[in-house]
């Protein structure tokens, strides 16, 4: 293991903040692996269905996360905002026992994603903030690697439950609940963290007061995300080669076995060679398990695009955040975090719905051969953006 990881010592609110995000991901993860499962067994639905309520829920409910963060920046208040989000996720979980319509999973979904969008801009502006400048690429890093441990041992714990009875999604669902409440007791102990707020400074109530650099960002963020297909839809690849049901959470288990392994890593690295290039490979690596996926006829072959699968959110979730750190001034800082956050929100929107579209009406190449189009012209967008870091040096003498 490299000294800058070994050394890394989180501090106390970046450590409670990502056993938060542990429980919270075990307990989310575990329905969402289960999801197509659920969506072709028991709601009679197929990908077309799954990516809508996916790619709807995520774009529709991303709004809040600008105004969430837009008046985080103006109360100067963090915490509040996430008990309230994790709490609306939390609760949404023993209701899908109620549930037996697409309609109602759509529901559900968007509530759960309203939540998420409280609760994002403030928290990473509170992990920015309690975090050294040359450490951010690291805090992310080891924020989603214990936000993703809980999303490994989610859909393996699921796969057990499913195994043992092939219809037991109720008792997912239970199990599921019970864990999230373990993530809003961790969040007792955060102490909320506040920027230097700029009296009479100008408010997000435009966009103008961040530099031309972060807007392009966004743009580039846009076409990213219009070409990362939902792992939900990706994860019914495995019935094209004749798995069993029970079996998909177990592939979700290994994309997210991949997505752990390397997340620290990944912000090491991007403190080291800039956040820019760690994204650009990235959504490389995103190519690269697409095709994998597509050409794969067996399991070991499936096994391994999902592993190189699970190499993309790590190189680029927590990375996305660092370099946003680095292009918005601090006393905006959850205000930018809720801009990233809606635009690739809007953008998963698109790929879901149109990606579960494609998936269903013509197959499963043409859909990931659009999502890969998208892709290459970010990557080359995102290449034209300056870091403040890079333009202090193309200035001095």
Known sequence: MPDSVKKYRPSRNVTLLG?????????????????????????KAGAGSLGLVEGFADGAANIIKIYAGRL????????????VGYALSVVTRPVYLL?????????????????????????????????PKEEIGRAFGYHRMLDTLGALGGPL???????????????????????????????VFVKDTVGDLKKNGITLASIAVFPADFKRYLIALFLLAM???????????TQHIGLAIASI?????????????????????????????????????????????????????????????????????GVARALAAELSPPEYRAGAYGLVNATMGFGLMVAGVGGGYLWERFSAPTALVVAGMCVVVGVLLLSTII??????????P
């Open 99 to 131: 549930t037996a319509s697409v309609g109602g999973v759509l529901g559900l979904r968007f509530a759960d994603r309203v939540g998420k969008g409280l609760r994002e801009a403030p928290r990473d502006a509170i992990i920015s903030l309690s975090t």
């Open 249 to 317: 959470p177990l592939f979700y288990m290994l994309y997210n076995l991949s997505f752990v392994g390397f997340s620290l890593r990944a912000g090491g690295l991007s403190d080291q060679i800039g956040p820019r290039k760690v994204l650009r490979i990235g959504y490389l690596v995103l190519l690269v398990g697409y095709t994998v996926i597509v050409f794969a006829k067996s399991t070991p072959a499936l096994i391994l695009g999902f592993l190189v699968l699970g190499l993309f959110p790590a190189l680029t979730d």
């Open 387 to 396: 870091t403040n870091g890079k333009r202090e040096a193309q200035n001095s």
């Open 19 to 43: 056993l938060t995000s542990f429980f919270n991901d075990f307990s989310s993860e575990m329905v969402l692996s289960i999801f197509p499962a659920f969506f072709t067994s028991v709601l």
């Open 72 to 83: 985080s920046d103006a109360t100067q208040k963090r915490k509040p905002f996430m008990v």
């Open 157 to 187: 714990v699921a796969y057990l439950i499913l195994r043992a009875n092939p219809n037991a999604f109720d008792t997912v669902f239970i199990v599921a609940f019970i864990i999230g409440l373990l993530a809003l007791a961790s969040l």
């Open 227 to 237: 070409g990362s297909m939902p792992v939900a839809v990706l994860l019914l690849s």
